[in-house]
């Protein structure tokens, strides 16, 4: 099985930066991913992570470590649109089905 | 146009009640998901079928059935719909494995 772990909820000031974390434990690790879901919509991809370091996309960055089970997504010059749900989701074993984690809802104010 | 659409996108039902939640997607994509999202628990897999002729049991099966009529239709049903059983609904598509999923807009489903 799976444990992903993330906060339940951050706040955040508008054109502040903010890191959210994820934790996981699972076996035979495939990929993480990262969605943004808005209150009420659908999520979106956000990101994808497979090997150790920092992917950069505009203002959103996401790290992984492999060995510690641990990523992180990082957002830049918040702005008020940023507030959302951000789920992390990891990829294992050999079915290759996401796992979602209960997501972090961020709250993003003047 | 959408990618993945999803009818119908609210629907009000009772107890016992037998009712089918439809998803297409013009995507071309094979892997088909479906998920429910209930405040604070994230999004559970139900089922998922990764061609026309496969479909698998998520983590959260009991009560609910699917149909893959075509690789552009997934459907979910709930046979005798319980109360426990309202939540928000989200149909998935992926091209294959390590995917990015895309998200239909959803279906808000109430049992009374």
């Known amino acids: 099985g799976q444990n992903i772990d993330q906060p339940t909820e951050m706040t955040a000031t508008e054109g502040a930066i903010v890191q959210i974390n994820c934790t996981y434990q699972t076996s035979g690790f495939n990929g993480l991913f990262w969605y943004q879901q808005h209150a009420g919509e659908a999520p979106t991809f956000l990101s994808y992570n497979v090997l150790d370091g920092l992917e950069e996309k505009g203002r959103f960055s996401s790290f992984l470590s492999r060995s510690k089970g641990y990523s992180y997504l990082l957002l830049k010059e918040l702005q008020m649109k940023d507030s959302a749900s951000y789920l992390c989701a990891v990829l294992s074993g050999g079915s290759y089905i996401p796992t979602f984690g209960r997501g972090t809802s961020l709250i993003v104010h003047p | 146009d959408a990618d993945v659409t999803q009818t119908p996108r609210n629907r009000i039902t009772k107890t016992g009640k037998r009712i089918m939640l439809e998803c297409s997607q013009t995507?071309?994509?094979?892997?088909m998901y479906w998920y429910r999202q209930d405040p604070g628990l994230g999004l559970q897999l139900i089922y998922y079928s990764f061609d026309v002729k496969d479909i698998n049991k998520g983590e959260i099966s009991d009560g609910y059935s699917v149909s893959r009529q075509a690789q552009a239709k997934f459907s979910l049903s709930l046979e005798s719909a319980i109360p426990n059983q309202t939540a928000l609904y989200f149909c998935?598509?992926?091209?294959?494995?390590?995917?990015?999923?895309?998200f239909g807009p959803g279906t808000r489903l109430l049992v009374l």
């Open positions: 995507k071309g994509h094979d892997r």
């Open positions: 998935a598509t992926s091209e294959g494995a390590s995917e990015t999923q895309y």
